[in-house]
């Protein structure tokens, strides 16, 4: 029903879409053969810094090496926020492995170095599909831990204790985390109705339940509980963390609905699945500007103004939500990710989704305002130090 077929800048035929109508004309297709070459570096250079090159960069800041001793992975255990980096450094190469692989066959055919037919398992879309879904579910899980790991590290220290709950239970969620989310990304192989094994499904499904439970069960335990007992002091930097989280667990419920095959069937192709997809990733954003709020004055020896902080981490949340709720509505009415134009009526669900939207927009641009003003400050005055 839906696959993924390598895309026609690697090489492959483009043909008419299924609505009978060509792709492009004439001169579409002169285009995107010239840039071609271009958008195979890009994949390539993007695929060889996510896989192999960001992970070498984090095992050489974290262990002094690429391969760490056992010794240095026990010291990981009560440093929730460099295990982690640990599981992205030491996971992702490996699973990202068979699609930097497939990348590379798709390459060598692209450039005439060898035919489609040499490899067959290579330039099959399901193979590319199962090798890609490995690699992609699990870069958006991994993104997630590291989020986690600066949760657990940084809200504590707006607290009176300055400590996290449970640095031992922290390590605990993030391992079995990791260990349920590997098998979890067959669920975006749903659609292979009549290909995919009942055993199969059942284990994705098993695996990207306890995916959410762990990681929302545990950490929203270790870690409200630690605001609960030590008190939080307001700064936009563990307000956004927290509002990031709260996206997390809020659309982790759209998660579980989709890793079930009979809701996955229908929702699948719709803006439903698109609200899971944009909220995860606005969470992972959230996140890393509440970790930016908190380094900022350390990095660049001045403050952030507090209270544009407050305007931004607000607009940011409910305007993140906002959209988070449109997208499923729309969904749950049956509005496509994947055809456009809409059909007569269904452009109204645009109009919610374009407010929100700019809403966000204008968020990130107080934010950006709130950096331009301060490096101006320092200019200005460059003798004056942070607070």
Not at 181 to 187: M, Y
Not at 292 to 313: E, K, N, T
Request: charged share 10%; hydrophobic share 55%.
């Amino acid at each position: 029903m839906f696959t993924m077929a390598p895309h026609a800048a690697f090489g492959y035929h483009t043909g008419p879409t299924p609505g009978g109508r060509g792709c492009c004309g004439e001169r579409g297709v002169a285009r995107s053969v010239e840039a071609a070459p271009r958008a195979r570096t890009a994949v390539a250079l993007v695929l060889l810094a996510v896989l192999y090159l960001y992970p070498a960069a984090i095992a050489r800041a974290l262990f002094g090496r690429l391969i760490p001793t056992s010794r240095q992975l026990r010291a990981l255990v009560p440093d929730p926020g460099s295990l982690g980096m640990a599981i992205y450094a030491l996971v992702m190469p490996i699973l990202g492995l068979p699609v930097f692989l497939f990348a590379i066959v798709v390459f060598l055919v692209a450039l005439d170095l060898i035919s489609p037919e040499t490899i067959p398992l290579a330039t099959s879309p399901r193979s590319f599909s199962v090798a890609f879904w490995l690699f992609a579910h699990n870069l958006m899980e991994a993104m997630g831990i590291m989020t986690l790991g600066a949760l657990y590290v940084l809200v504590p220290r707006y607290t009176r204790s300055g400590k996290l709950y449970s640095p031992r239970l922290a390590a605990v969620a993030m391992v079995l985390y990791t260990m349920a989310a590997i098998p979890a990304f067959s669920h975006h192989l749903y659609s292979w109705v009549t290909n995919t094994p009942q055993v199969f499904q059942n284990v994705s499904r098993s695996t990207s339940w306890a995916t959410g439970f762990i990681a929302a069960s545990l950490t929203g335990f270790d870690v409200g509980l630690t605001v609960w007992r030590h008190g939080l002091r307001i700064h936009p930097a563990p307000l956004l963390m927290l509002e990031g989280f709260l996206l997390y667990l809020i659309d982790g419920f759209v998660a579980l609905e989709l890793s079930t095959p009979a809701w996955n069937l229908r929702l699948h192709g719709t803006l439903y699945a698109t609200a899971h997809t944009m909220t995860i990733l606005t969470a992972v954003l959230l996140v890393f500007l509440g970790v930016m709020y908190h380094y900022y004055p350390a990095l660049r020896d001045r403050q952030l103004d507090i209270r544009m902080g407050f305007w931004h981490s607000g607009l940011s949340f409910l305007a993140a939500l906002a959209m988070f709720f449109s997208l499923l509505i729309a969904g749950v009415a049956g509005l496509p990710r994947r055809a456009y134009p809409w059909l007569s009526g269904e452009g109204t669900y645009a109009v919610p989704l374009l407010l929100f939207g700019l809403i966000f927009a204008l968020a990130q641009f107080v934010f950006l305002w709130n950096l331009l003003r301060s490096e101006r400050a320092a200019a200005w005055a460059p003798g004056l130090a942070a607070d």
